[in-house]
């Protein structure tokens, strides 16, 4: 009766000479390489797409999509005039807008997915938007 070379890994008595099946060298590079070729799969399949913050601004005619760290001016065209959109510093915000009563001007910064600004009488809309899907984000508001 042969013992182990490694009694607490019987696994490594595969390489021993006395074992019925003998694995070379190039045997146990294959089967390491095929072992991180298998992780590596499940880092790539199970890997997050970027689905990043995004801002959604929506006109009468056109929509522009922006992601959040993004620093842009917007100029969008409406009934009325022009809303002025400004994304900076990972907020947006409504800078100026034709409307009589600016409650568009005066909400301020927006800054997390679900939040939004709009002026109707402009047929203005602001949005941030988020790419995921499995309720991340979610608050005590929610509930």
Request: some cysteine; charged content about 15%; overall charge negative.
């Amino acid at each position: 009766m042969s013992k182990a070379v490694f009694p607490l890994f019987p696994i490594f008595s595969l390489f021993s000479k006395n074992s019925p099946i003998l694995f070379k060298p190039l045997d146990a590079v294959v089967a390491l390489l095929s072992l991180g070729m298998v992780v590596l799969s499940a880092f790539v399949g199970y890997a997050k797409p970027y689905n990043g913050v995004r801002v959604s601004i929506r006109g009468e005619d056109d929509t522009w999509i922006f992601p959040l760290d993004a620093e842009e001016t917007v100029t969008v065209a409406g009934p009325l005039g022009d809303t002025v959109v400004e994304i900076h510093g990972n907020k947006a915000r409504v800078l100026s807008s034709p409307c009589a009563n600016q409650t568009c001007v005066a909400q301020g910064h927006i800054n997390a997915a679900g939040q939004w600004v709009a002026c109707l009488p402009n047929n203005a809309f602001v949005v941030i938007e988020s790419g995921e899907r499995n309720g991340e984000g979610l608050d005590a508001t929610t509930w």
